[in-house]
């Protein structure tokens, strides 16, 4: 429960200081050698705003995805992998902006216990 809830932490830290809001719930499970977060409350005014057109919505969810994957494949936050004892190889993430849900999925080279 420990490991779950300094994980939750580094993924808030992160996004709070690349997006300026972090997720105000964050629900992480892992399984075998992944670890899949739900994160809920992300978008800040300025991205509520900008969504409510369609290009708006593209554009928020592009930089809440493609962004943030690109961060991670350059190199993954302060404190990830030790705390998981395992290399980190990839982040799959996706973002629902009329819930404001998003999901990550990260995996890593073995199982976590």
């Given amino acids: ?26 629900h992480t499970l892992f399984i075998d050698n992944m670890v899949v977060s739900t994160l809920y409350g992300n978008l800040t005014p300025t ?6 057109t369609p290009e708006g919505k593209e554009m928020v ?9 690109a961060v991670y494949a350059k190199e993954p ?17 996706d973002f ?3 819930d404001d849900i998003a999901v990550s999925v990260f995996l890593f080279d073995r199982p976590i216990d």
């Fill in 1 to 26: 429960m420990k490991k779950i809830h300094e994980f939750n932490d580094i993924i808030r830290k992160l996004r709070k200081d690349l997006f300026g809001k972090g997720p105000e719930r964050i």
């Fill in 47 to 52: 991205e509520k705003f900008i969504a409510r």
């Fill in 61 to 69: 969810h592009r930089a809440r995805t493609s962004m943030i994957q």
């Fill in 77 to 93: 936050p302060e404190g990830l992998e030790q705390l998981v004892d395992a290399k980190f190889l990839h982040l799959f993430s």
């Fill in 96 to 98: 629902k902006i009329d």
